[in-house]
């Protein structure tokens, strides 16, 4: 079991990046596959993207190019770099924990979560 903690979020204006950290404390980090999912405004979670144990990565279409999932297992951590931001990116974000082998763009193989850190871009 983990527990996650990101950060990093906050207000920027449009075409600006940001580089979101989650956290985690618990043992075996190292084993567990990460992912970030995000939130808007009346939405419901979206996938955004995920590296496994053994560093493969994916992303949403909706995100692809603009940001790089990365992972540092002696710091116990994953992360998100975020470029190009547009206003239809602010949400908030959510970092996963989850040892499923498939569907890593799936919110319900993800069995531990943080709190989730806002992101607000203006335009």
């Known amino acids: 079991q983990v527990r996650l903690v990101e950060s990093g979020g906050g207000l920027v204006q449009a075409g600006d990046s940001l580089r979101l950290s989650c956290a985690a404390s618990?043992?075996?980090?190292?084993?567990?596959?990460m992912a970030w999912f995000r939130q808007a405004p009346g939405k419901g979670r979206e996938f955004v993207a995920a590296?496994?144990?053994?560093?493969?990565?994916e992303y949403a279409d909706s995100v692809k190019g603009r940001v790089t999932i990365s992972r540092d297992n002696a710091k116990n951590s994953v992360y998100l770099q975020l470029n190009s931001l547009k206003p239809e990116d602010t949400a908030v974000y959510f970092c996963?924990?989850?040892?499923?082998?498939?569907?890593?763009?799936?919110?319900?193989?993800?069995?531990?979560w943080g709190q989730g850190t806002q992101v607000t871009v203006s335009s």
């Open positions: 590296i496994t144990s053994g560093f493969s990565t």
């Open positions: 618990g043992r075996a980090f190292d084993i567990y596959n």
């Open positions: 996963a924990a989850g040892t499923a082998s498939f569907y890593h763009d799936y919110e319900g193989v993800y069995d531990e």
